[in-house]
């Protein structure tokens, strides 16, 4: 049978305490079968995104160990960060790579959800693919009001997680785990430090207020160095291309003076998403990806 693959997401709340994180991506180096592909924490975020490479049995296993050690050390009654979250292990995603199929994704995170509130007492909600009611399809409704709201309205029937208690884990709040589609984290960092213009940006980009299709996102405050960001996840690149978000944002932000200091790519991204938007910039004719000579000796390896 052809090895299955899979890439894991999970995002931590802690992007501060530099032994924490390292006691929480260990798992990740040593487990065999799961690779530890890429890890970023971020101060103003006080999150800590990882990226796995993997079969499932192992990339699950690591995942149970990472989230124990996550559990230990993270306390959500005190933590305080930029980035809406409601428990320590905020969101684990799981996306098919080779030889398996987004429904099969979808089994494995009702599966692993099981696994996981049986074994860490982390009451479980699913989102995307994984969804279990069509409203929880949307992560920023399952996080409405994040943990401090999530405290007293999970009671609510409404509100109730898909496995678990109607009662948060008391220091690791819930975590929502799913299946979707690749995801590209992006982010656009803004020459102010008025939080507000960012949020006003983000709302003019993101779709649900009647921006680009398949892109959300929320303004942050980037305290230690004095800026703004509009902080972005675009869910499907293949129907919006990062430069057409990049000079959405650029429009908007002239509008209150302001420029673009940056952008940053938060985790993995397909070659294509970068390609696309570089081709776009060179104003390049006829561009073929083929015309890139890793990805030909990559094609011809895979067919040799």
Same mark, same amino acid.
């Given at each position: 049978?052809?090895?299955q693959?899979?890439?894991?997401v999970p995002n931590?709340?802690?992007?501060?305490?530099?032994d924490?994180?390292?006691?929480?991506?260990?798992?990740?180096?040593?487990t065999?079968?799961?690779?530890?592909?890429?890890?970023?924490?971020?101060?103003?975020?006080?999150? !800590?995104?990882?990226?796995?490479?993997?079969s499932?049995a192992?990339?699950?296993?690591? @995942?149970?160990?990472?989230?124990?050690?996550?559990?230990e050390h993270?306390?959500?009654?005190?933590?305080?960060?930029?980035?809406?979250?409601?428990?320590?292990?905020?969101?684990?995603?799981?996306?098919?790579l080779?030889?398996?199929?987004?429904?099969?994704?979808?089994?494995?995170?009702?599966?692993?959800?099981?696994?996981?509130?049986?074994?860490?007492g982390?009451p479980i909600?699913?989102?995307e693919?994984?969804? @279990?009611?069509?409203e929880r399809?949307?992560?920023?409704?399952i996080?409405?009001?994040?943990?401090?709201?999530?405290?007293?309205?999970?009671?609510?029937?409404?509100?109730?997680?898909?496995?678990g208690?109607?009662?948060l884990?008391p220091?690791?709040?819930?975590?929502v785990?799913?299946a979707?589609?690749?995801?590209?984290a992006?982010?656009v960092?803004?020459?102010?430090?008025?939080?507000?213009?960012?949020r006003?940006?983000?709302?003019?980009?993101?779709?649900s207020?009647?921006?680009?299709?398949?892109?959300?996102?929320?303004?942050?405050?980037?305290?230690?160095?004095?800026?703004?960001?509009?902080s @972005?996840?675009?869910?499907?690149?293949?129907?919006?291309?990062?430069y057409?978000?990049v000079?959405?944002i650029?429009?908007?932000?002239?509008?209150?003076?302001?420029?673009i200091?940056?952008?940053?790519v938060?985790?993995?991204v397909?070659a294509?998403? !970068?390609?696309?938007?570089?081709?776009h910039?060179?104003?390049?004719?006829?561009?073929?990806?083929?015309?890139v000579v890793? !990805?030909?000796l990559?094609?011809?390896?895979?067919?040799?």
């Open positions: 049978m052809a090895t693959l899979i890439e894991c931590f709340s802690e992007g501060r305490n530099s924490v994180i390292e006691a929480i991506v260990a798992p990740f180096r040593s065999p079968g799961c690779v530890l592909v890429d890890y970023r924490a971020d101060k103003d975020h006080n999150r !800590l995104v990882v990226s796995l490479v993997g499932p192992p990339v699950q296993d690591a @995942m149970i160990q990472a989230a124990q050690v996550a559990i993270i306390d959500m009654e005190t933590h305080q960060g930029g980035h809406p979250r409601i428990g320590a292990i905020d969101v684990i995603p799981f996306v098919p080779q030889n398996i199929d987004l429904s099969a994704c979808v089994q494995l995170a009702h599966e692993f959800g099981q696994r996981f509130n049986a074994e860490t982390v909600y699913f989102y693919a994984a969804a @279990m009611m069509p399809k949307r992560l920023e409704t996080r409405k009001g994040q943990y401090e709201a999530l405290k007293t309205e999970i009671v609510n029937p409404n509100r109730h997680p898909d496995i208690e109607p009662n884990h220091t690791a709040g819930a975590t785990i799913g979707r589609k690749f995801l590209i992006f982010n960092n803004l020459s102010t430090d008025d939080v507000t213009i960012a006003k940006i983000a709302v003019a980009v993101r779709s207020n009647g921006g680009l299709a398949y892109v959300k996102g929320i303004g942050l405050a980037l305290d230690a160095r004095g800026l703004t960001q509009v @972005m996840n675009i869910v499907d690149y293949e129907k919006n291309a990062l057409r978000v000079e959405m650029r429009t908007e932000a002239r509008r209150w003076g302001v420029s200091v940056e952008t940053e938060y985790g993995m397909p294509m998403a !970068l390609l696309e938007s570089a081709a910039y060179l104003q390049i004719v006829d561009f073929d990806p083929k015309q890793e !990805l030909a990559l094609d011809m390896s895979g067919n040799a």
